[in-house]
């Protein structure tokens, strides 16, 4: 960041200029990561859709390639997925150098292979890798006769037990996902549909099914990722989950929320209205899956006052699956790559402090743009307790993150964190309650210059959100609202 890009963040992927929106095609191959995403080359708003790339070795410095595949005016390329085709059962490549394949979205214009406003996968494939991208003369791979406009975001896994890959993807407008099965990836079989569970929303996107662990247990279990757009949690896009059984045919969630019931009852990746279209990174090292997931709300992101570029990724992050109170839950946390990057990055400094009524300035270490915080506030007599970073000489103003003991909800309010004016949609707080509610809470907060996350509750309640701050404001101050709390507070400067 500078006075001039006041907005530009230091620890998450964005592209030195134009639009950018959901990550496509991540992929680790060679000690590199790929973050491909939805780029348009010639604006800083949505439109002309390419696959932009930029690759990294430690998930927090990433360096911007040549676009991978561009929108000509017969097709644009919507979102979807690379693998490693290891074993060349595509034949795009060779048993010596097995291709990259993606799956992606042709989304067609005039004289393109189907009519105008379809949308059918496509295939392209890299011996490079991941630098240029041919596209397979047999495109598209996968059409809903005679065609759709709606479907879209192909996302691919391997399923062992039948030795093929299954493909997630949407009929957006329709709420469903539809699945597919493959050995060459290139020929794809029918499957079954899944619909009519959680929350509904308008368009249902960027579907992912993945197998995990359950911790401290033996069991494994499928985790269907889902984003929706809108009728998030935090209005407009949210992402939910589904977690349950998949028999090679079909997935069947478990304990899920009926699609009539409260929003609260669907299960959410995130609580803050920046998250969507998170995919794993196929073939990240570690035994967790990795995500990454756009800092963006279709609400508002066409809006947003930065300027030569437009949109950010969020943190990467590990996803564990634990047993909560009522069924299984997701946690996150930093990707342990990444989290390491951020430790090296800077020093930490910890303070201790007992704050009563009034504003307690943490001092000249705490200031700053960029910061991984580590905050432990046990609120002995208050009600409610918290910081307010990037704040400038007056109270009110400043990104507000608090806890309150009685309803044991965190709390993310941006609405006097600067700019905000710039779209009716940019809504001023988030909250999300935490399973136990008690005077203790441990905070995660990477704070960088556009955004904020906040995980809670062990990674099982995580809050994201952009905010545009002034670039004068740096202080950060701890508050506790009708009695003490006891602080704790390291901090490192990214
Ligand atoms: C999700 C999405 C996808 C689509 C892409 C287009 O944000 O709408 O469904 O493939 O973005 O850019």
């Not at 995403?37 to 927090?60: A, F």
């Not at 757009?229 to 059984?245: C, H, K, L, T």
């Not at 400094?349 to 000249?364: A, E, H, Y």
Request: with cysteine.
């Amino acid at each position: 960041p500078s006075p001039s890009d006041p907005w530009r963040p230091a620890a998450h992927l964005t592209a030195g200029k134009n639009w950018l929106n959901d990550p496509n095609g991540l992929v680790y191959h060679d000690g590199t990561y790929h973050a491909f995403y939805q780029y348009n080359p010639r604006g800083n708003s949505w439109g002309n859709m390419s696959w932009g790339h930029s690759t990294s070795q430690d998930l927090i410095h990433w360096e911007q390639q040549p676009v991978a595949m561009e929108a000509s005016p017969e097709e644009e390329i919507f979102s979807g997925c690379i693998v490693v085709d290891k074993n060349n059962a595509s034949g795009l490549g060779s048993a010596e150098n097995p291709p990259m394949v993606a799956l992606y979205t042709s989304a067609y214009g005039k004289n393109g292979a189907l009519p105008e406003g379809a949308q059918a996968q496509s295939v392209a494939f890299s011996l490079d890798n991941g630098t240029s991208w041919q596209k397979y003369q047999g495109n598209p791979v996968l059409n809903l006769a005679p065609t759709n406009n709606n479907f879209r975001d192909p996302k691919i896994t391997w399923y062992e037990p039948g030795r093929y890959w299954v493909m997630t993807t949407v009929v957006a407008d329709a709420q469903v996902v539809k699945m597919f099965k493959s050995t060459d990836l290139l020929h794809w079989d029918f499957l079954s549909d899944f619909s009519g569970a959680g929350a509904q929303g308008g368009l249902w996107e960027v579907p992912e099914l993945i197998h995990m662990d359950v911790e401290d247990s033996t069991a494994k279990k499928w985790v269907m990722l889902l984003s929706i757009n809108p009728g998030g949690i935090a209005g407009g896009s949210g992402m939910q989950y589904f977690v349950g059984e998949f028999d090679g045919t079909r997935f069947t969630a478990e304990n899920a929320a009926a699609p009539d019931a409260p929003l609260e009852e669907s299960q959410w990746l995130d609580h803050g209205a920046d998250y969507y279209a998170a995919n794993s990174i196929s073939g990240a090292p570690g035994d967790k899956p990795v995500l990454l997931g756009w800092m963006g709300n279709w609400d508002y992101a066409q809006d947003v006052p930065t300027t030569p570029w437009r949109g950010s990724m969020a943190i990467p992050r590990e996803l564990t699956l634990v047993k909560g109170a009522k069924r299984l839950e997701l946690r996150s946390a930093i990707a342990q790559v990444a989290r390491e990057t951020l430790e090296r990055s800077g020093e930490a400094k910890s303070k201790n402090l007992t704050v009563g009524s009034s504003l307690t300035d943490l001092g000249q270490d705490f200031r700053g743009r960029s910061q991984l915080i580590e905050l432990d506030m046990d609120l002995t007599s208050a009600r409610e307790a918290g910081v307010l970073l990037r704040h400038s000489s007056g109270p009110g103003s400043g990104l507000r993150i608090s806890y309150n003991k009685e309803s044991g909800t965190v709390r993310v309010d941006r609405s006097q964190a600067g700019t905000s004016n710039f779209s009716p949609k940019f809504s001023p707080f988030h909250e999300v309650a935490l399973p136990s509610s008690g005077s203790r809470v441990s905070l995660t907060i990477l704070l960088d210059s556009s955004s904020v996350e906040v995980f809670a509750a062990g990674g099982t309640a995580v809050v994201s959100d952009t905010f545009f701050p002034d670039w004068d404001s740096t202080a950060a101050s701890a508050f506790s609202m009708d009695g003490d709390t006891d602080f704790i507070v390291t901090s490192r400067t990214l």
